[in-house]
């Protein structure tokens, strides 16, 4: 074998070896392989206008969703609490996907547990897996709070959570005081960011309406706070951050619900850390007196902010505030709601990104972009991009809905970049492929799974939105706000000369443009 101690050699360059390389021939003799002149064909005849009118035309398959299921984002906004560990009532393997997947993502350590429910549970009902799971949960992992959610087996046994959790407290699994908040995420329909909504409204309602069990019904006594949900964002280390610093800077009482910033930030300083930041219970409870209630991203809080609503507070949303406008309409919100004006260090940031944007203006212009990713961040970043004077030219989001490609076509409409856009809900990334091929743009905007869009379309990826697995680090800086768009601005410009020295690099004959300067 060619890997020795004294040489380790990484993945990339062992799998080269000859060894591997027999292995792998040997190995496509079982993969009914066709002969490469009719694969080649194939391959081409799939980057036709003929082949995109098929692929549009299934119903009955999905390839490549740019989404995850809904438990995931149950457990994203259940680690937002503090001391709270998520529980989802299904299979190991089901959780074991959760947490890697935000593992990958944050490179920090997810805490969630399961109540590992197999075949007899399927044709049972999982109500055993319950009371020695919560009975576990609570003796080994001494949270604060456990909050409950579902993955697809237990939604179609129909298991019923509340009594579920009530009779787990009668029988002593925990005290019948704790806190066990829960929401139904049937992972087989909506989205990860279905399963953030369901899970957020779930625990409000644990808590503002006395489903705890022995806590009566929380009576509203309006202050003047305002609460702040971030909603499932990859950047959330960052942009709940930022988010906390512009209303520091205004002097604005408030409550971020569901802050998960600090646990996937965790420091390495001998201490392990299961549990970390996260809004304060009573903090949660409190929420409920706060004067209004303002959620960065509207798709994913739906029926969070109804319910908000509707205990007499003004609620309002925004679509990832990315850049000048966006960040405008936000801080005139804060100013007006939080009775608070706009400090001079905030106007002195918005002018730092007019003028960044003013001196790059020329290499952005009239750049043809697709965009794909969950509703709020391709809405937020396809407004930013017409800012910029950029052509979004496709957005594709495989969890929006019709009422989305409205509101994504009333952007488009406003601005002169905008016109030749098409807006795709319901389509995946197997769609965008042949709009890749059929009406190729400049640069594609999305999360780490464009990579393979990348490769074979040629059109090259700024990776924006989550999961971003194949870089690192990124979630730490926002996106949000005058510095954030001042950050995408980067992440854009890089790319794009970074293109411009991949095609100016042959020696005497493309180096004319090799510039140093830009």
Partial sequence: MAQSAEHVLDHLELFRGPEYQQMLDKKKMFEDPREPAEVERIKEWTKTPEYREKNFAREALTINPAKACQPLGAVFASVGFEGTLPFVHGSQGCVAYYRSHLSRHFKEPCSCVSSSMTEDAAVFGGLNNMIDGLANSYNMYKPKMIAVSTTCMAEVIGDDLNAFIKTSKEKGSVPAEFDVPFAHTPAFVGSHVTGYDNALKGILEHFWDGKAGTVPKLERRPNQAINIIGGFDGYTVGNLREIRRILELMGIQHTILADNSEVFDTPTDGEFRMYDGGTTLEDAANAVHAKATISMQEWCTEKTLQFVAEHGQDVLSFNYPIGISATDDLLVALSRIGGKDIPEQLARERGRLVDAIADSSAHIHGKKFAIYGDPDLCYGVAAFLLELGAEPTHVLSTNGNKAWQTKMAALLASSPFGQSCQVYPG??????????????????????????????????????????FDRHHHHRSPVWGYQGGLNVLVKILDKIFDEIDKKTNLLGKTDYSFDIIR
């Fill in 427 to 468: 389509r995946d990334l197997w769609h965008l492929r042949s709009l890749l091929f059929t009406e190729p743009v400049d640069f594609l905007i999305g999360n780490t799974y464009g990579k393979y869009l990348e490769r074979d379309t040629g059109t090259p990826l700024i990776r924006i939105g989550f999961p971003v």
